[in-house]
């Protein structure tokens, strides 16, 4: 029996809400509705945010309204704060995550506030979710590589990591939000973190800007790691990071998993159809270069 390895679907959001193109509503529940027939177990759909801050997820709400769940298939949405929860909540949302940084520089970009106070923040909000019973995961931004304050200590990785599982997270994904990552500083990076977390209760989330994404969810293999975030067709990046275009693509994440061995339980035929719609709004920009 090959061994199972899993990935996190992050196209609706992660892939979605940085094009600047406002996507119609419909678009992206009909892209969700396609991802959930590709064999995901997780799907991130949306973020509840400050529609100032990110227009592209206004429609939160809307798209988690208007999509068919499928049994079995947990539909998260991102959450910053109280009121993001709330609403995730009223959509019903199966699973929230909170994300916060590795640097200052970014937490302050992406959050509009240091470090601590994100904590801070999110703890009344991990609170909610395990009274309500949601599922509560966590981001850690920046791992290797952040674009204001540099390259980023593994230690401080770590400690935001091991705050974050604190907070109740039962799982804490590890952004290279700007895919600067190598083999060798994600290994550095992973070997503090695994201090606090096991494997099991890590993912790798890494962007492809530099084109290393695979090599470094190579690298995070070796260290026993078995979920990846990525978006199909390759799509994204994050508003606030300067050079973060592009999630790995799920379906190049699917093959190399298979070349090495790896079940990820997904449909190649289906994803390649939801690649090529992904593809396709974001083709329908008209300002996208
Ligand atoms: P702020 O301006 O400091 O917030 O932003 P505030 O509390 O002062 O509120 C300002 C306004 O926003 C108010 O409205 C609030 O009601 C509203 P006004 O009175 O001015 O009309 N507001 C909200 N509206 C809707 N939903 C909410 C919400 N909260 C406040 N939840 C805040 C602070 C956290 C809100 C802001 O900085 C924000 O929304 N940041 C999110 C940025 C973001 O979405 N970034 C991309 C996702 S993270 C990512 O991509 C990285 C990841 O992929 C991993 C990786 O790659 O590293 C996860
Ligand atoms: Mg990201």
């Not at 395990?130 to 981001?139: E, N, T, V």
């Not at 390259?151 to 974050?164: F, K, N």
Request: glycine letters at 8%; proline letters at 7%; charged letters at 20%.
């Amino acid at each position: 029996m090959p061994e199972r390895a899993e990935i996190f679907e992050m196209g609706p959001r992660d892939g979605l809400q940085n094009e600047k193109r406002l996507i119609p509503t419909a678009e992206k529940i009909a892209l969700v509705d396609l991802l959930s027939r590709a064999g995901f177990r997780r799907i991130e759909v949306t973020s509840f945010v400050s529609p100032k801050w990110v227009p592209q997820m206004a429609d939160a709400a809307q798209v988690l309204a208007g999509i068919t769940r499928a049994p079995g298939i947990r539909y998260a949405a991102l959450t910053p704060n109280l009121q993001g929860y709330a609403a995730a909540k009223a959509a019903r949302a199966s699973e929230v995550a909170i994300f916060a940084s590795a640097s200052e520089g970014f937490s302050r970009a992406n959050l509009n506030c240091s470090i601590a106070e994100s904590l801070e923040r999110f703890a009344p909000l991990a609170e909610a979710a395990r009274a309500d019973g949601l599922p509560l995961r966590g981001y850690v931004s920046v791992v290797t590589d952040c674009p204001f304050d540099g390259p980023t200590p593994p230690a401080q990785v770590a400690r935001v990591a091991a705050a974050l599982r604190d907070l109740g997270c039962y799982e804490v994904s590890l952004g290279d939000t700007i895919g600067q990552g190598t083999p060798a500083t994600i290994t550095a990076m992973l070997q503090a973190v695994l201090a606090e977390l096991p494997p099991d209760r890590l993912a790798g989330h890494y962007h492809d800007t530099a084109g290393r994404a695979l090599d470094n969810i190579e690298a995070s293999l070796a260290l026993g790691l078995r979920v990846f975030d990525a978006a199909v067709g390759g799509l994204g990046g994050c508003p606030y990071a300067p050079g973060a275009a592009g999630n790995v693509a799920t379906e190049a994440v699917a093959a190399r998993l298979a070349a090495l061995g790896f079940d990820t339980g997904l449909d190649p035929v289906i994803l390649e159809e939801a690649a090529q719609l992904a593809r396709a709004m974001r083709a329908g920009a008209s300002d996208h270069v």
